[in-house]
T-cell receptor
Framework: GNSVTQMEGPVTLSEEAFLTINCTYT??????LFWYVQYPGEGLQLLLK?????DKGSNKGFEATYRKETTSFHLEKGSVQVSDSAVYFC???????????FGKGTLLTVNP | GAVVSQHPSWVICKSGTSVKIECRSL??????MFWYRQFPKQSLMLMAT?????????EQGVEKDKFLINHASLTLSTLTVTSAHPEDSSFYIC?????????????FGPGTRLTVT
């Protein structure tokens, strides 16, 4: 079956630090990969996505590259801000049933 | 585009009563809607998938008689928690996906916080 493993948090960084949140996956077929962000008390917002190998998704300074050879989709940002504090979820979607499979989420706290 | 709303955003009810949560796609037709439950500091747990005009498909371990899902139109799905108990207190999130062109992505609502006293 499908599964997503992402690094456990919490992750605490100082403002302007470099961020990496690791995400690896197991899937049948060729999944699409997503990063979602959840701010406190809110639903999920799509942060970025990639639909095929070697695609790079990017948004708001965040980037992730779909690496088929390592089955990974690590999230990176060069300089985090306090406003980036949130929970980040890695997820995959396959064409077989269109259900999202989520990782457990990583809480990021950015201190000023 | 692709906005999903939920109503109410939070609700408090007494044990034994029923609560209905609405999920609406505001600017697209949602052929499929998903209902998730999220416990504090945990990931989302898929409860059920509903397609417009047909019965919902529930995930293993989810009581279909307790969590009634109706997807009567292409823009509205409802989740009714029947005879609610304190253990049903949770954050419920819906998502919607549309026809071809939206790429089968899921667009999430802002969530509904249910507290059962």
């Amino acid at each position: 079956g499908n599964s997503v493993t992402q690094m456990e948090g919490p992750v605490t960084l100082s403002e302007e630090a470099f961020l990496t949140i690791n995400c690896t996956y197991t899937a049948t077929g060729y999944p699409s990969l997503f990063w979602y962000v959840q701010y406190p008390g809110e639903g999920l917002q799509l942060l970025l996505k990639a639909t095929k190998a070697d695609d790079k998704g990017s948004n708001k300074g965040f980037e992730a590259t779909y690496r088929k050879e390592t089955t990974s989709f690590h999230l990176e940002k060069g300089s985090v801000q306090v406003s980036d504090s949130a929970v980040y979820f890695c997820a995959l979607l396959t064409g077989s049933n269109y259900k999202l499979t989520f990782g457990k989420g990583t809480l990021l706290t950015v201190n000023p | 585009g692709a906005v999903v709303s939920q109503h109410p955003s939070w609700v408090i009810c007494k044990s034994g009563t029923s609560v209905k949560i609405e999920c609406r796609s505001l600017d697209f037709q949602a052929t499929t809607m998903f209902w998730y439950r999220q416990f504090p500091k945990q990931s989302l747990m898929l409860m059920a998938t509903s397609n417009e005009g047909s019965k919902a498909t529930y995930e293993q371990g989810v009581e279909k008689d307790k969590f009634l899902i109706n997807h009567a139109s292409l823009t509205l799905s409802t989740l009714t928690v029947t005879s609610a108990h304190p253990e049903d207190s949770s954050f419920y999130i819906c998502s919607a996906s549309g026809r071809e062109g939206l790429g089968y992505e899921q667009y999430f609502g802002p969530g509904t916080r249910l507290t059962v006293t």
